[in-house]
C-alpha cells in the first residue's frame, strides 16, 4: 500500500542532472509516518486509521495526540494532554499590546502568523530546537496559544475586549467563548456548534505533504524554531490556491447569488477560463476522486445549517455547481472534484464568523499536522536541509556596461 520511491536525489547528484518538476508533482521531499493518501481512491488515514473513523468516534484534541506521538492516548495520557494545555492558554500581557498595532480591518491570517513569530521573543528556550524539553514545550505552548491568539484577532477586528481563557472549558468551547463572548458571562455555549468545529478541526488537522507543510519542513529544516516554522506554515496556508480557498469560496458564491443565481453562466464562464476564473472549492493536486473530507463536511453543513441557519440559498448554489460540475465533460476529464473547503465555508459562516476568518479556522484546525511533521522531520536521521536545484535560463555571461554606455 505504501508508496515506494527511491533516491533520485542521490543517484542523479553523481550524473550533474537535475530533475525538473515545476510544483513537485511527482518529487517526494520526505519520508514519512504520519498521514496516508490514496488520491484516486478518495482515501484518507491518519497514522493509519481512516478519516470517517476519527470524525465519527474522536476528539480533536485525541487526533492531536495522534498526530503528534504517533498513538492513540489512553484516558490518563489524554487527561495529561488536556491539563497540560488548559494551563497555556494565557498570553503574555505584552504579546497582547502587539494586536494594538495591528489596523482594525488588519486580515487575521497576517496577524497570527505574526503574534505565532513573536512567541519566539516571548519564550526563548524555544531557540534550542532540538532540546526535546524545549520541543515539547514549544508544542504545548502553540496548541494552547493558537486559539487564544485567533480569538484575540477577532476580538481586535470587532472592537471588544480581550477576554481571558476559562480553562475550565474544553479547546474549542474556550475558543468560540473567547471569540463570540461579549459579555463572557451571558455567552452560551451551543454544544452542536462545538461539536462541528471540533469536527472541522479533525478534518483538517493534518494532510501530508501539502503547501502550508511542505513549507514548515523546508524552514524547519535549517534548524529554525517551531514557531519560526509554523508561523511561515500560517503564510502559506493564507494564498487562495491554499487555505485561503475557503474565504473565496463563499465571495464566489455570494458573487453568484448576487448576479442573479445563474449557475450555468458562472460555469461556463470557468470552462472558457475567462479572466482566469475557476471554480474555487474544486479540484486537488492529489485527489482524482472525491474528496472524503468534502462528503463529511457537506453532510455536516446540511445538519448545522439546518439546525443554526435555516434554509441557506448560498448552500443551495453550492449544491447546484457540484451537480453541474459532476455532470461535465470538463470537469469529469480534468478529476475535478469538491474538495475540502468547498462546503466549509457556508458552516462557518452559519457559526457567525466572517468570510476573512475561515482561514483562521482552517489554521487552528491544521496546527498538529504541523507540528506532527516538524517533529518528525527534526527526529529523522535523513533530513538535510532543503535546497532545490534550477535550471538556470538566464544571460550566459556578459561584460558590465557603464551607466552611460546603456
Ligand atoms: N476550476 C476550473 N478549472 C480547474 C480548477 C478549478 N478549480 N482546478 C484545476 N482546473 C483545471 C486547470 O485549469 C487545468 O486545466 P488545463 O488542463 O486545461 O490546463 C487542469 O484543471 C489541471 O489543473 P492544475 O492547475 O494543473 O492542477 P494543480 O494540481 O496544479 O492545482 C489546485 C490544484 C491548486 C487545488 C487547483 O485545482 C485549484 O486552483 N483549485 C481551486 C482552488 C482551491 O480550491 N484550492 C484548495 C485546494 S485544497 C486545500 O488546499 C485545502
Known amino acids: ?20 518538476d515545476s510544483g513537485f508533482v511527482n518529487t517526494a521531499s520526505c519520508s514519512s509516518a504520519i498521514t496516508y493518501i ?27 495526540y495522534l498526530l503528534i ?30 494586536f494594538d498595532g495591528f489596523p482594525r480591518d488588519a486580515h487575521p491570517m497576517p496577524v497570527l502568523s505574526s503574534a505565532v513569530s513573536a512567541l519566539s521573543t516571548f519564550y526563548q528556550d524555544s531557540l534550542k530546537p532540538f532540546d526535546p524539553e524545549h520541543v515539547e514545550i514549544s508544542t504545548i505552548r502553540l496548541l494552547a496559544k493558537l486559539p487564544t491568539i485567533a480569538a484575540y484577532a477577532y476580538k481586535k477586528s470587532v472592537g471588544q475586549p480581550f477576554l481571558y481563557p476559562d480553562n475550565s472549558l474544553g479547546l ?14 451571558t455567552y452560551e455555549l451551543d454544544q452542536d456548534m462545538v461539536r462541528a468545529l471540533d469536527l472541522l478541526f479533525i478534518l483538517h488537522a493534518d494532510h501530508e505533504q501539502n503547501c502550508s507543510t511542505s513549507t514548515v519542513r523546508l524552514v524547519g529544516s535549517s534548524e529554525a524554531n517551531l514557531f519560526a516554522s509554523i508561523s511561515a506554515g500560517i503564510n502559506a496556508l493564507f494564498g487562495p490556491l491554499h487555505g485561503g480557498a475557503n474565504s473565496a469560496v463563499l465571495d464566489m458564491l455570494v458573487g453568484i447569488r448576487d448576479s442573479g443565481g ?27 476522486s472525491y474528496d472524503p473530507r468534502a462528503a463529511i463536511v457537506k453532510k455536516t453543513a446540511d445538519d448545522i445549517l439546518g439546525k443554526l441557519g435555516g434554509n441557506d440559498s448560498l448552500l443551495d448554489i453550492a449544491k447546484q455547481l457540484e ?27 452559519a457559526m457567525g464568523f466572517p468570510t476573512k476568518f475561515f482561514t483562521v479556522l482552517f489554521a487552528l484546525g491544521r496546527l498538529p499536522g504541523w507540528i506532527a511533521h516538524w517533529r518528525e522531520m527534526i527526529n529523522d536521521p535523513a533530513t538535510k536541509i532543503g535546497r532545490p536545484r534550477q535550471v538556470y535560463t538566464g544571460h550566459t555571461e556578459r561584460d558590465f556596461k557603464a551607466i552611460t554606455e546603456r
Open 69 to 98: 506521538y504517533g498513538e492513540l492516548p489512553t484516558q490518563a495520557e489524554l487527561d495529561d494532554f488536556t491539563h497540560k494545555i488548559s494551563r497555556h492558554t494565557l498570553l503574555h500581557e505584552d504579546l497582547k499590546r502587539f
Open 172 to 185: 474549542v468551547e474556550n475558543f468560540l467563548r473567547m471569540t463570540f463572548g461579549f459579555p463572557a458571562e
Open 262 to 288: 445563474d449557475v450555468d453562466t458562472f460555469v461556463k464562464k470557468v470552462k472558457n477560463k475567462e479572466d482566469g476564473v475557476k471554480l474555487m472549492g474544486f479540484g486537488h493536486r492529489v485527489y482524482k
Open 38 to 64: 490514496d488520491g484516486d481512491a478518495g482515501i484518507l488515514r491518519y497514522r493509519g486509521y481512516p478519516i470517517d473513523q476519527l470524525a465519527e468516534k474522536s476528539t480533536f484534541l485525541e487526533v492531536s
Open 1 to 20: 500500500e505504501g508508496t515506494s520511491g527511491v533516491d533520485l536525489g542521490k543517484l542523479l547528484a553523481k550524473t550533474g542532472l537535475v530533475t525538473l
Open 323 to 349: 451537480e453541474h460540475a459532476l455532470a461535465d465533460d470538463y470537469f469529469v476529464e480534468r478529476k475535478l472534484y469538491p474538495n475540502v473547503d468547498f462546503y466549509t465555508g457556508l458552516i462557518y459562516r
